[in-house]
């Protein structure tokens, strides 16, 4: 057992506290050589692990363990923070084993890393509980505990599904005497946000990331039922959001600390029932009290036809958004209930952001039913051409556990990978009906290089510098987006700068190489990748200097004013049958919601 504190001196009387630990853990994932992925430099902090860290911290200020315990609370991002097991166990061991690491947000491609860190915890005998979209999602979609849940239960883990908000005093309190159920079940009873603890990091975890930026969400739940989704099974259907008010309070708590930089992970702000009034808020905050606050938000394809959504957009410092484009037949969205997504929206969407100088991240998913190599292919120069995206980043599509889409290739039989550290958008996981695996994974990569071209990257930098867009710094963008996947073999939202790799961060399941091979491939494999990534930035630097000398005034194709007649001219409304019939559907609609003259 730790010596306890002594405190109250001052009165004559000696006060015996305790300590009571929580280490919050967001844990990485592992490469295909089963290496730990941590950087330098990541590029955001999980929203979860903010959510956690805040709730926790309120839970130690207003005392919830009673007068005479501290609750300290560490929150650790391992994609950027080495994670050292060894010194926690001594920590705990100090403190008699009073406390519990949390593994927070765990994502199903996270879920056998997880594993890894509880694993000496629990044979510490160290409680360990563990949460996120992974135990969320499956208990979500199945009447019965599923045998990758089993395994954490079996190792003495508790589980937690569902939010937090409202849930932590019990956990804490559990905790505490010793009886932390084996599953925290929540899915069903989804908290109000309005008023509730909002999240928050420390700057010197936030410091950690690219750019100091931090997350949080204004709001949960998605309408949509796009069948590859976790999140609407996760978060429900239905808008919860906090108050202007609550985004605020976490707007200023970060600008005291200098964090001024935010990534909004609503799965879609545009559908935030108070969207405005929030926007409002922020626009106040810029605007009166000067504060520099600068945003990245997720929308939908029709965000542009919300009166005003936009424009305010704008004033409120959003300066990036990310799109779920997905694709470009409508056979392949509706197959995915992406019925949201209408392709004859998809210019008139992008050149609204376009027009107010804010640029666009697309997401573009790879092997839906209808897909082959060379329909991908053609359907990513129609996108060059016709859709003036800046930055296109490309997902396999995965049946993630948690989506209709795993549930239903489950209950029917189908093989699925059993590996979920592939279950990370990255690897082929499923048959597919007009490709083999390798066809399929070798289509990912060559999509980044196809729509990632010298000759395209100008393109993009061309028309963004016609918009006013700082073109240097999408430069650096494209720079990451287009190498990541080639050099480093990660997506690149798995990246980061200077990847840092251990010989004794590797997989359970994995033998440690011997210091003889691992550190001299070390070494040579960092100075390839650096002179790689030296060489490519020199490239597109040259790029970037011959579009910043060309006079103003670029239009093309893509960047020209939508007109009715494009509709029979522009490949992507011709292509396919489907974007035929998307095209004669939209018009059938515009002729019966005509008002008459």
Known sequence: ??????????????TVRRRFRVVLVKPSHYDDDG??????????????????????ADCAERNVLGPDVDIDVTAIDETNTRLRIDRIIADFRRAGSFGFVGLVGVQSNQYPRALDIARPLRAAGIPVVLGGFHVSGMLAMFPNVMADLQEALDMGIALFAGEAE???DQ?????????????YNFIEDLPPLEGSIVPFLPGNTVRRTLGNVTTFDAGRGC?????????????????????PDDVERILRANWQQGVDRFFITDDNFARNKDWEPILDRIIELRERDGMDVRFLIQVDTLCHKIPNFVAKAKRAGVTRIFIGLENINPDNLSAAKKRQNKITEYRKMMLAWKEVGIWTYAGYILGFPNDTPERVRQDIEIIKRELPVDVLEFFFLTPLPGSEDHK????????????????????????????SKAEWEKLYQDAWRIYYTPAHVATILRRAKASGVNIFRLAQIILWFSQSPAIERVHPLQGGILRLKRRDERRSI???EPWWRFYPHLVWESAVKQARFAYQGWRLYRIYRTVAAEPAGYTDQAMAPVIDEEEDSLELFTHTQAARDAVDHARKVKTLTASPA
């Open 510 to 512: 994995l033998p440690v």
């Open 166 to 168: 409202g849930r932590m």
């Open 408 to 435: 239903t290739l489950w209950s029917k039989g189908v093989a699925m990978d059993p590996d979920l550290n592939k279950y990370d958008l990255e690897h082929a996981l499923t048959a597919h009906p007009h490709m």
């Open 223 to 243: 309408p949509f039922q796009c069948s590859f989704c976790t999140i609407i099974n996760v978060q429900g259907r239905k808008s919860r959001r906090r108050s």
């Open 35 to 56: 290496y730990v992925i941590r950087w330098y430099r990541s590029p955001m902090p999980a929203n979860s692990l903010a959510s956690v860290y805040a709730l926790v």
């Open 1 to 14: 057992m730790r010596e306890p504190s002594v405190r109250g001196a001052e009165t004559g009387m000696a």
């Open 171 to 183: 956990v804490l309190r559990d905790a505490a005497d010793n009886r932390l159920r084996p599953i």
